[in-house]
Nanobody, 125 residues
Framework: QAQLAESGGGWVQAGDSLTLSCTASGRAFSTYAMGWYRQAPGKEREFVAAISWSAVSTRYADYLKDRFTISRDNDKLTIWLQMSNLKPEDTAVYYC??????????????????WGSGTLVTVSA
C-alpha cells in the first residue's frame, strides 16, 4: 500500500530554520503532485505549499511571504519543506500529501489521495 512518511519536525525558537522531509513508497509517487499542509491546535487543516510532479511548478500559501521552499527529488521519492524565520504561529502538525490527478493549482485537502501521519513543529517565542 502506498505510504508517505514525514520526518524532521521538532521544537525550535522563533527565527530558526527547519527542514521537513517526506518519503514516499512506490515509484508512482514520482508522477503525482505533492503538497504540504498543516494543522494548528483547534484550527482546520490549511494549505502550505505544493509542487508539480516534474518540480517545474510550485505554489505557496500567501501568508508564508517567501519563508518556505518546497522541493522534490523523484529518484529519492522525497519532497522537502525548507522553513526559515519560523514564527510561533507556524506551530502545527505538518502533513505531506499526494494527489494523483490534480495540478498544483487545483489540489486541495479534499482532492489529495494519500496522506502521511504528520510531524509536529513547535516554535517558541
Amino acid at each position: 500500500q502506498a505510504q508517505l512518511a514525514e520526518s524532521g519536525g521538532g521544537w525550535v525558537q522563533a527565527g530558526d530554520s527547519l527542514t521537513l522531509s517526506c518519503t514516499a513508497s512506490g515509484r508512482a509517487f514520482s508522477t503525482y503532485a505533492m503538497g504540504w499542509y498543516r494543522q494548528a491546535p483547534g484550527k482546520e487543516r490549511e494549505f502550505v505549499a505544493a509542487i508539480s510532479w516534474s518540480a517545474v511548478s510550485t505554489r505557496y500559501a500567501d501568508y508564508l511571504k517567501d519563508r518556505f521552499t518546497i522541493s522534490r527529488d523523484n529518484d529519492k521519492l522525497t519532497i522537502w519543506l525548507q522553513m526559515s524565520n519560523l514564527k510561533p504561529e507556524d506551530t502545527a502538525v505538518y502533513y505531506c500529501a499526494a494527489d494523483r490527478d490534480s495540478t498544483i493549482h487545483t489540489l486541495s485537502p479534499h482532492t489529495m489521495d494519500y496522506w502521511g501521519s504528520g510531524t509536529l513543529v513547535t516554535v517558541s517565542a
